[in-house]
């Protein structure tokens, strides 16, 4: 809970002493014989009201862009050609600068053509016939049909011989074992058939598969680094910095551009654990800087969940538009954030609230009888000259606001107007 700071002042008990002691003294210096009076004190004062206050955080901060993007190159060349100066405006994937690419470009086209070759050679290994071997074997198993075919046809002819009785059972038996003869070989041959058609063929095409991968793979390598020597904008933004001239070798690893988008700025400042805990992402705030004709205003867009081991505070981000882009990265800001509002809070004037050495607060209540009489108050929310007062008065409540330090308690007093603003002089203007 915040308190108004008061000057370095003798402590009121002990001035009031003084002037109670005083005061009789002194009237009774002028006329020991008059009756002595009671004096009666001249003061200013304020009514004790409601209003509404705003509990703000303030820090100072330090300005970073919205985004940036420091483009390094991949590749290592001279510098052909510059799209961009700097303070250029650019839009995002928009080419800034060429690196010298003739060979890159010859090894890409390389490359396509190896590609291209591969892609016939797999079009024609997926519809050519198929290689000698199988062909041989076509042809054995061929054969093997027909001379099954033909043992099949003699025996069948023996047979009806021997069921007539003009052939003897021997040559019978002789056709049957060629007939059989016939068939394991065919079978044999045509096995053969299909093995070689499923594994040769398989292989055919994944030999052919994998050339063309390989084609593929390193065409789309060349064509990256073909790429590479195009320097294009992945951000939205303004180049400001941009340390090489055309003709010059760029390195890889090393910035050639630098691009920033500066439509939104983000302020980040470290603030105690006590005021950030206070703070949620979206509450309103605001930005002050000497390049401003008025606060611009933001919101809190980041409040740090861990404490900055270093400085054991909590950084907090405050997003705000920059349209016309008044404001730089790398400046100092004043922040001011709005942690919470208190819609109907009893304030009186910051000059009313008394602080005693050992740090509690007080005010003087005028009452009915004219006298000023000592509230102890609890403090709360304190919002430019206005002071909230949890407890201890009551709205309606007339406070002194000037002529309380040394005020002793129930003093007679007497309200006066405030002093007018003097004029400023003609000479003090300048």
């Excluded at 002819?157 to 052939?167: D, S, T």
């Amino acid at each position: 809970m915040s308190r108004p700071h008061q000057p370095n002042q003798p402590g009121r008990r002990s001035a009031a002493l003084v002037l109670a002691a005083l005061l009789p003294l002194a009237l009774f210096g002028c006329s020991g014989k008059e009756k002595e009076k009671e004096p009666v004190v001249a003061v200013e004062s304020a009514l004790v009201k409601r209003a509404s206050l705003q509990r703000t955080v303030t820090a100072e901060a330090i300005l970073y862009p919205l985004h940036q993007a420091a483009l390094v190159p991949k590749i290592s060349a001279p510098v052909e050609k510059f799209y961009v100066n700097r303070g250029s405006r650019v839009q995002q994937g928009q080419l800034l600068a060429v690196l010298e690419n003739r060979d890159l470009s010859a090894a890409a086209e390389q490359s396509k053509g190896e590609w291209e070759q591969a892609q016939a050679a797999y079009e024609t290994t997926t519809v050519a016939t198929v290689p000698e071997e199988v062909q041989k074997a076509q042809l054995d198993a061929t054969a093997a049909k027909q001379a099954l075919e033909a043992e099949q046809k003699v025996y069948a002819a023996r047979q009806n011989l021997y069921k007539q009785g003009a052939l003897p059972r021997k040559d019978l038996d002789a056709a049957a074992i060629s007939l059989t003869q016939a068939r394991n070989a065919y079978d044999i041959a045509q096995q053969h058939l299909n093995s070689l058609l499923k594994t040769s063929k398989a292989q055919e095409l994944r030999s052919a598969q994998g050339q063309l991968a390989a084609a593929k793979g390193k065409y789309q390598g060349a064509e990256a680094q073909l790429g590479y020597s195009e320097i294009r904008s992945p951000i939205s933004g303004v180049i400001t910095d941009r340390p090489l001239y055309p003709g010059e070798m760029a390195t890889a690893g090393t910035p050639l551009l630098t691009v920033m988008d500066l439509s939104h700025v983000i302020a980040k400042a470290h603030i105690p654990q006590a005021e950030a805990a206070l703070l949620k992402v979206g509450d309103k705030a605001s930005l002050t800087a000497p390049s401003l004709s008025e606060p611009l205003p933001g919101k809190v867009a980041v409040v740090s969940p861990a404490l900055d081991p270093n400085s054991t505070t909590v950084e907090v981000w405050v997003d705000a538009a920059n349209p016309h882009q008044e404001l730089k990265p790398g400046t100092s800001v004043s922040l001011s954030m709005l942690a919470q509002t208190i819609p109907d809070a009893l304030t009186v004037p910051a000059s009313a609230v008394l602080t005693e050495s050992d740090g509690t607060t007080s005010v003087m209540v005028i009452g009915d009888d004219s006298r000023a009489h000592q509230h102890d108050v609890k403090t709360g929310v304190r919002q430019d000259n206005q002071v909230q007062i949890v407890s201890g008065v009551k709205a309606g409540d007339r406070v002194v606001t000037a002529g309380a330090y040394g005020l002793p308690d129930n003093t007679r007093v007497q309200l006066q107007a405030a002093a007018p603003a003097q004029p400023v002089k003609e000479s003090e203007k300048d």
